[in-house]
């Protein structure tokens, strides 16, 4: 089955600084990658995704790019704020369509 | 619009007893599934279904089971609970069509424990 790495497993930056989480998969066949935010005690919830037909897709501070050819995605926050300190997880689609496999999570700090 | 509805939220349990988690949404997804998660572990994948009637196991399914009589509803079983299965479970649902799948929603979460 897909196997899904990401780092790092934590990450302190200052307010206003850049953000960039990376993850790699196995599964030359996955085809969607979605980015969850699950803050403390609360449900993951989706804040971004990318199909294997696109390299990047952005979202005001939040981008998302993708490199087929080396099986590796990456999660970059710009500006960041302290409210986008939370847990952030990666994951990629199985090749039906019908898993997804969750990396194993990054704990993401801003320092006011 | 409520979304994935979990409950029960909290939970204990002994070793041994048995209980259903339950899990429901209102949105048409033909796709469900359920997770747990576990420290440094992220999101592993218990069983999930395609639609009703069709379910099938994922990453970890011993000591679990499902099953999924109508679109709304797809209740996770723990058989005899064991030590091993504390844990925190959210169970998703997503659109999706063959080859292709879409946003996965999660219900609150249930923090299970068992002693």
């Known amino acids: 089955g897909e196997n899904v790495e990401q780092h790092p497993s934590t990450l302190s930056v200052q307010e206003g600084d850049s953000a960039v989480i990376k993850c790699t998969y196995s599964d030359s066949a996955s085809n969607y990658f979605p980015w969850y935010k699950q803050e403390l005690g609360k449900r993951p919830q989706l804040i971004i995704d990318?199909?294997?037909?696109?390299g990047e897709k952005k979202d005001q501070r939040i981008a998302v790019t993708l490199n087929k050819t080396a099986k590796h995605f990456s999660l970059h926050i710009t500006e960041t704020q302290p409210e986008d300190s939370a847990v952030y997880f990666c994951a990629a689609s199985s090749a039906t369509g019908n898993q997804f496999y969750f990396g194993t999570g990054t704990s993401l700090t801003v320092i006011p | 619009n409520a979304g994935v509805t979990q409950t029960p939220k909290f939970q204990v349990l002994k070793t041994g007893q048995s209980m259903t988690l339950q899990c429901a949404q209102d949105?048409?997804?033909?796709?469900m599934s359920w997770y747990r998660q576990d420290p440094g572990m992220g999101l592993r994948l218990i069983h999930y279904?395609?639609?009703?009637?069709?379910?099938d196991q994922g990453e970890v399914p011993n000591g679990y089971n499902v099953s999924r009589s109508t679109t709304e509803d797809f209740p996770l079983r723990l058989l005899s609970a064991a030590p091993s299965q504390t844990s925190v479970y959210f169970c998703?649902?997503?659109?999706?069509?063959?080859?292709?799948?879409?946003?996965?929603?999660f219900g609150q979460g249930t923090r299970l424990t068992v002693v």
């Open positions: 279904s395609v639609g009703a009637g069709i379910t």
């Open positions: 990318i199909r294997s037909n696109v």
């Open positions: 998703a649902s997503s659109y999706s069509r063959i080859g292709a799948i879409g946003e996965a929603f």
């Open positions: 949105m048409n997804h033909e796709y």
